[in-house]
């Protein structure tokens, strides 16, 4: 069965810093990975993905996140990060034979002026 | 958000109750899913339908029921509530060529 960690439960960053959230994830055959924000009252919205291809992936709001297969990880990143940017951020992953995302825990990142 | 839509956005019942959470969708998409969140536990799957005549279990089916009405339309029962069923339930939509799943905004639910 796939699983997701997510070993930050919070993040702390400068605004203009860079940004890491981190995620490790187990699956049978490729993963099918996946970012997502919650904003407070909201639900959540798609960031990026990872299917195939480039192992560097980039999404919404300046957002990127690298695939790396041999430490089995898919972080999230932002080279200057904002204000705006605090939110509750999701990792999940799903294997290929189309089975529903399985999430992380989340990680609460605050960005703080 | 607006292409998935759920009902009631907040719900206050008692103990022993029968509740029903609705969604609805325009998407097309043919999979839904009910998930509920609770603080630390992250997204939890509930049930999911790939189609009208599908229904799964998921992670933590017990005590939940789903009806799936049409394509548009997936229905999460709780049959006899219990305050531990306290959580924020979310319906979500899968799109089957891009892989991505698409949220509502969330139903409130408290149990007394």
């Known amino acids: 069965a796939q699983s997701v960690a997510q070993p930050e439960d919070q993040v702390n960053v400068a605004e203009g810093n860079p940004l890491t959230v981190k995620c490790t994830y187990s699956v049978s055959g490729n993963p099918y990975l996946f970012w997502y924000v919650q904003y407070p009252n909201r639900g959540l919205q798609f960031l990026l993905k990872?299917?195939?291809?480039?192992?560097l992936v980039k999404g919404s709001y300046g957002f990127e996140a690298e695939f790396n297969k041999s430490q089995t990880s898919f972080h999230l990143k932002k080279p200057s990060a904002l204000v705006s940017d605090s939110a509750l951020y999701f990792c999940?992953?799903?294997?290929?034979?189309?089975?529903?995302?399985?999430f992380g825990k989340g990680t609460r990142l605050s960005v703080i002026a | 958000d607006a292409d998935v839509t759920q009902t009631p956005r907040n719900r206050i019942t008692k103990t022993g109750k029968r509740i029903m959470l609705e969604c609805s969708q325009t998407?097309?998409?043919?999979?839904m899913y009910w998930y509920r969140q609770d603080p630390g536990l992250g997204l939890r799957l509930i049930y999911y339908?790939?189609?009208?005549?599908?229904?799964n279990k998921g992670e933590i089916s017990d005590g939940y029921s789903v009806s799936r009405q049409a394509q548009a339309k997936f229905s999460l029962s709780l049959e006899s509530a219990i305050p531990n069923q306290t959580a924020l339930y979310f319906c979500?939509?899968?799109?089957?060529?891009?892989?991505?799943?698409?949220f509502g905004p969330g139903t409130r639910l408290t149990v007394t």
């Open positions: 979500a939509t899968g799109d089957s060529i891009s892989y991505e799943q698409y």
């Open positions: 990872y299917i195939t291809g480039d192992n």
């Open positions: 339908s790939f189609d009208v005549k599908d229904i």
């Open positions: 998407k097309g998409h043919d999979r």
């Open positions: 999940a992953v799903r294997d290929p034979r189309n089975t529903p995302l399985v």
